[in-house]
């Protein structure tokens, strides 16, 4: 599952921090062939050059997407997911960042594994697919990538 983050703001997580948990999701997962991110920190600096996370993606073959300043439609469909997560999930309930985390987990489980996504079918068996991807990662062979 995914990491809590125990920011008081979202672009207060470092570069160093996504990526521990990128190659997480990838190992579990398998590499994506895009990433889509907003503009803030640690995915974009201020100048015209990319983030050394943006770098770091590019050269493990992963695209990444930039969404334009201020449209939160260009990700419309995560952005809804982050309203149905954080009305499942209530944060402000959690007492510790533990609970929050297992408030999470409890969630997203839901979402893949119970929830009916299509045809009365859990995302995991309407989108099979999604459990195999073609792209497998190592971290100890990120250097040959």
Avoid: C
């Avoid at 997962?29 to 920190?41: E, F, P, Q, T, Y």
């Avoid at 930039?66 to 944060?91: C, F, K, M, Q, Y």
């Avoid at 929050?100 to 068996?125: G, V």
Wanted: hydrophobic share 40%.
């Amino acid at each position: 599952m995914g990491k809590f983050f125990p920011h008081a703001r979202a672009n207060q997580i470092t570069g160093p921090e996504v990526r521990i948990q990128l190659r997480t999701w990838f190992e579990q997962w398998g590499l994506s062939r895009a990433i889509r991110v907003d503009n803030g920190s640690p995915w974009a600096t201020q100048r015209d050059i990319p983030s050394a996370l943006a770098l770091w993606l590019v050269g493990l073959g992963v695209k990444v997407l930039l969404n334009r300043p201020r449209v939160s439609t260009d990700n419309g469909i995560v952005e809804r997911d982050h309203g149905v997560l954080a009305h499942w999930v209530e944060a402000h309930k959690a007492p510790q960042p533990p609970a929050l985390q297992s408030q999470l987990d409890w969630a997203i489980h839901m979402q893949r594994e119970r929830y009916p996504a299509l045809d009365d079918q859990s995302r995991r068996h309407a989108y099979p697919a999604l459990y195999h991807n073609p792209r497998p990662y190592s971290h100890s062979q990120e250097a040959d990538l």
